[in-house]
């Protein structure tokens, strides 16, 4: 079946008018522009011209990447008018590759949180249950591919919000390392932690995706200037894991992790040695600290990077009565168009980072972070991935975690290491948990530069819980119309 | 606990030095020439029109990020090199974050504990003083050169004094937003006495001579440029505890630095007088009333939240860039003056005329191309230097070049030109009108040198004048001075005046 850019667009289109009022997975759809380039690359390909790999295959684009006249949010109050004059790296490649950009999708307030509860503009639902939640911060995103209201999106992870969405939606979620994807144009959450990877339903879908976006940026300092790892070349190469040393963190599961996510990972263990992989228990005896670390740095950064929303030049400006000050404007600005959970976090960072705080806090925090580089290097020099579940637990109810920020910040506790180490992580779906019937996510780890080992070893995973569970985890979803129904 | 004021009595210079012994420290920030900003690619050029020269970065915008111009820290190295500096093999910029409406991203870019120039120190010549006081020289420590950036400039609209408090409102140009600055930041400088404010003053003289003479800055003082922040305390003559200091802002001519230095120390010896102690705090300096007036309390607690910037990656220049960095370095600016004074035989007070005429390097470059010092001195300090003082430009930027001096001197010497025909000639050449010679040519410029037209004139002259040549004849030689300029005028200014003396002399019967 053969079908042009724009039929597959406009199918794309239909669907998020049919099902996206129930998900609100889109804060905003731009069918003009997208049919627009579709129509162009319709035209090209009829012209006989050559196109780049995904030319024509629309995508949707986490609200954290700057779109030049497309209005960009980052789920805030504060940027709710914001129509950036310039476009994300990101965007440019997406551009260049000629992908019609379907629309923004929703996140957790500038990406604090894990389940999009945080979004000024209402939470996103979980396809496979629409009283649940879709994770965070990138639930839009991973809702959109999991609904089929995308065939790709992207997505920003500082500490899983691609991964944990992935593995709560049924969705592959990837992580690529630290500097392998530009984040110029990316609203910063936490500069030092945050990178950009895809979102999509399949292993080689992401590949594909992640090759377009990857590589070197000149105008991020932090960008590493070496070619993209060889994803696409891994995601459909072979299915023999043999002689491929698989570790598992010894210190991650156990003790809070749901019966369903443990007997998923334990399966998928069974999998990869029938693969030809040889298991391995490693031990990171610096990863209990990881959260506690995380939660130190990402709102330290945070702090700062958030300052520069005041109101002055652009943003939500909130003016107190009588003729106040600049500063006056800028604190009700931001008493005003900051959620509750932004505050928290600037809060806790500024506290941090204060003179007499900061090397008890910060300055702990960072050495942490370099004995978790160091616990995945001498990881690393044992076995060739690392493997883990992806979250302790699949998608809760929305609202249920909303007054507990510690029990909403233990989702990220398998998926905050890689962060802090600057090395890639991949969810792949593993399964459903028979309790709930819900997604699970298994997580598989590599060292620095070394994406395509994430690839690798996920195709070959995929395949396998393909043959065994007769078919993709995301084919077991129900549809959104029954479950409206 | 006694009273902390800051209080406007002052005591007599002198008499506060015989009680206290003043502790200075300069910061001086300079900002660089390079064609682009620190972090991004906007332009630098001063005077453009107000936000012409901004980009997403400059103007901190969602989503962008700094890259580090090389340029700026190339300049930062060699800055650190020519002030005797260690540099870093490896440092950071830092995130100082604060909220003010003119920094666009509410935290400056700078570097804290890991400057890239630290430990030098700089000679400075304090030249001898009215009341005196004998030329020396003083050694100024450097703690440090790190790299930042600027912030916009805000400008106050309303009230009376310019400043925010009572204006109607403000506007902010981030033009100037990420320009490259380096801050260089003195040691105390301690044991000065009553020559600290002359030791202010030419410590910042000589850093701006020698960050011209780097090539690295405009070096324009009232462009903002360079500008000084002055910290000054008191201590007992005799104690070695530092007083508590204030910091007096934006001090930005040579002789606002002197008089802030000087007004600060007899308001704290009259503070200290009183029993009372300074308060730490920011200070105004007004250059019309010469005071400084209170501006906000500073404590060493401001809390900046400093943080490695995560935006940027560690800067760590090899060894082997640094020493091709020092291989650009000039010469010393002092030095150079000295051994320049000393190949040209100029007086004290000729080279100092020279210095302040901006005029060293093309006099350098006049006498390699062949005039003598005197005569390239007498041109680039007079003629044209009035000549450009009466355009309001610098004197290298009149179209005349040294080789131009070099060939009119040439043209004097030879006795092709006298002087005023020479200036006719500097005439043309500002005119446009082509090289000395070919301005001579074309004016028809050129001394007469058949003695019989000028014999005629004097033969004319002497006859005309029969009460002057009695008078010449009578001993007074020198009144043959009114003849030579009649003559002159008969030959349309085209003879040698020596010559007409002579011949005017020898007309009379008169021995010269």
Known sequence: MTFTSVELTQAHLDRIGRIDPALNAFLLVDAEGALATAANVDGARAAGEELPRLAGVPVAVKDIACTKGMTTTAGSRMLEHFVPPYDATIVTRLREARMPILGKTNMD???????????????????????????????????????????????????????????????????????????????????????????ARTVADAALLHEVIGGHDPMDSTSIDAPVPPVVAAATGTRDLTGMKVGVVREIGGEGYQDGVLRRFEEALELLRGLGAEIVEVSCPHFVYAMAAYYLIQPSEASSNLARYDAMRYGARTTPEGSPSAEQVMAASRDEAF??????????????????????????????????????????????????????????????????????????????????????????????????????????LAPAMEDQRLYAVGAALEERLREVQGGYVIEKAPQIEEVRA | MSVTTSSQATVPFAEALTRYEPVMGLEVHVE?????????GCATEFGAEP??????????????????????????????????????EWCRFARKNYFYPDMPKNFQTSQYDEPIAFDGWLDVEVPANEDGGPAFTFRVEIERAHMEED?????????????????????????????????????????????????????????????????????????????????????????????????????????SVERAVRYEITRHAAVLDAGEAILQETRHWHEDTGVTTSGRPKSDADDYRYFPE???????????????????????????????????????????????????????????????????????????????????????????????????????????????????????????????????????????????????????????????????????????????????????????????????????????
């Not at chain 1, 959109?144 to 065939?151: G, H, I, M, R, S």
């Not at chain 1, 007054?403 to 910040?409: Q, R």
């Not at chain 2, 970065?57 to 002030?83: D, H, K, Q, Y």
């Open chain 2, 32 to 40: 660089l020439s390079t064609a682009t900003k620190m972090f991004c």
């Open chain 1, 109 to 199: 307030e500038f990406a604090m949180g894990s389940s999009t509860e945080h979004s000024a503009f209402g939470p996103t639902r979980n396809p496979w249950d629409l009283d649940r939640i879709p994770g965070g911060s990138g639930g839009g995103s991973s809702a959109a591919v999991a609904a089929y209201l995308a065939p790709l999106a992207i997505g920003s992870d500082t500490g899983g919000s691609i991964r944990q969405p992935a593995a709560v939606t049924g969705s592959v979620g990837v992580k690529p390392t630290y500097g392998g994807v530009s984040r110029y144009g990316v609203i910063a959450l936490a500069s030092s932690l945050d990178q950009i990877g895809p979102c």
């Open chain 2, 151 to 255: 912030t916009g400039k805000s400008t106050h609209v309303g009230g009376s004094t310019g400043r925010i408090h009572g204006a109607e409102y403000s506007v902010v140009d981030f033009n100037r937003a990420g320009i490259p600055l380096i801050e260089i930041v003195t040691k105390p400088m301690v044991g000065a006495g009553d020559r600290a404010p002359e030791v202010a003053r030419a410590y910042v003289a000589a850093l701006r001579d020698l960050l011209r003479a780097l090539d690295v800055t405009h070096g324009r003082m009232e462009q903002g440029n360079i500008r000084c922040d002055a910290n000054v305390s008191l201590m007992p003559v005799g104690s070695e505890t530092f007083g508590t200091r204030t910091e007096t802002k934006n001090v930005n001519s040579l002789r």
């Open chain 2, 51 to 88: 936000n012409t020269q901004t980009c997403p970065v400059c103007l901190g915008l969602p989503g962008a990020l700094p890259v580090v111009n090389g340029t700026a820290v190339e300049s930062a190295i060699r800055i650190g090199l020519a002030l005797n500096c260690r540099i870093a």
């Open chain 2, 310 to 512: 995560p935006d940027l990656v560690p800067v760590a220049p090899s060894r082997e860039e640094v020493e091709r960095l020092r291989a650009t370095l000039p010469e010393n600016p002092a030095e150079r003056r000295r051994r320049l004074q000393a190949d040209w035989g100029f007086s004290d007070l000729e080279m100092r005329d020279v210095v302040n005429a901006g005029a060293v390097d093309v006099i350098e470059q006049t006498v390699a191309a062949g005039a003598s010092p005197a005569a390239a001195r007498k041109w680039w300090t007079g003629d044209l230097a009035r000549r450009a003082n009466a355009d309001g430009v610098a004197v290298t930027d009149l179209g005349v070049t040294p080789a131009h001096i070099a060939e009119l001197d040439g043209l004097v010497t030879g006795g092709r030109l006298n002087d005023s025909m020479a200036r006719q000639v500097v005439d043309g050449v500002v005119a446009g009108e082509g090289t000395p010679t070919q301005v001579a040519d074309a004016r028809g410029l050129e001394l007469v040198q058949d003695d019989s037209a000028l014999q005629a004139a004097v033969d004319k002259v002497v006859g005309a004048n029969p009460d002057i040549v009695e008078r010449i004849r009578g001993g007074k030689v020198q009144a043959a001075g009114a003849l030579i300029g009649q003559v002159m005028k008969e030959m349309r200014g085209q003879a040698d005046a020596a010559r007409a003396r002579e011949l005017i002399l020898a007309t009379v019967g008169v021995e010269g």
């Open chain 1, 339 to 444: 959620g509750d959970e932004v505050k928290r976090r600037i809060i806790l960072g500024t506290y941090a980072l204060s003179s007499g705080y900061y090397d008890a806090y910060y300055g702990q925090a960072q050495k942490v972070r370099t004995l978790i580089a160091r616990d995945f290097a001498a990881a690393f020099e044992q076995v060739d991935v690392l493997v883990s579940p992806t979250t302790p637990t699949t998608a809760f109810r929305i609202g249920d975690k909303l007054d507990d920020p510690m029990a909403m910040y233990l989702n990220d506790i398998a998926t905050i290491p890689a962060n802090l180490a600057g090395v890639p992580g991949m969810s792949i779906p593993s399964g459903v948990a028979e309790e709930d019937g819900l997604p699970v996510g298994v997580q598989i």
